[in-house]
């Protein structure tokens, strides 16, 4: 169902480049790059960070001659390295959470070339696995704890050379739990991190 949903979604974006006038006043593209996430909750003993990628499409709209708002479809692997104490024990684990990120972002011209960013992002679950391990437990698992819709956002920065290619630098966090507590634990677990990535508009 996710996986459907990030078709339907990047083809309606790429789909406007059929329209004359949309390639004369929108600036279609691709990026990617490496994602340094992390996730917090009063749950986790210590915690380390995990180093994903993301990878996608997007259409910036000039509304302004500073100000374009950029709609984008992004594969993104995110999570976290933890430990934490279950029922006494102390349990070391990764988790793995991959999502369709669908973030709608308001871009500020400072100087050319160098623009602010934010935005909200709506992130839809694709994929979760955890690999936890003890004195007595070793296990690597798909389970479905994790939440299917998270609500977040991005701000950052941009610098987009004159030959189309451009550097992009975000933080990125989830406003809402990325787990369901009735499946899970009581304890709210957000997503946040880095994303670092270079693209190429059209």
Request: no cysteine; glycine share 10%.
């Amino acid at each position: 169902m996710m996986k459907k949903t990030f078709l339907l979604v990047a083809i309606a974006i790429m789909g406007f480049s059929t329209s004359s006038n949309a390639q004369e006043y929108w600036n279609f593209g691709v990026k990617g790059g490496v994602n340094f996430t992390n996730m917090s909750s009063n749950g986790f003993e210590d915690n380390n960070s995990r180093t994903g990628f993301h990878l996608g499409v997007l259409a910036e709209i000039p509304v302004s001659e500073r100000f374009s708002v950029q709609p984008e479809v992004l594969y993104s692997t995110q999570g976290t390295e933890a430990t934490r104490i279950f029922a006494g024990d102390r349990i070391q684990g990764e988790y793995q959470l991959d999502y369709v990120q669908v973030p709608v972002i308001a871009k500020f011209y400072v100087i050319d070339g160098l623009a602010l960013e934010a935005g909200p992002s709506f992130n839809f679950l694709v994929e979760e696995e955890y690999d936890f391990e003890n004195n007595r437990l070793d296990l690597e698992a798909d389970s479905d704890f994790a939440s299917t819709f998270e609500f977040g956002g991005a701000f950052g920065a941009s610098y987009k050379f004159n030959n189309g290619f451009f550097l992009n630098g975000r933080y990125v966090l989830g406003f809402t739990d990325a787990f369901d507590s009735d499946n899970f634990d009581d304890d709210a677990i957000k997503n946040n991190g880095f994303q670092l990535g270079v693209g190429f508009q059209f």
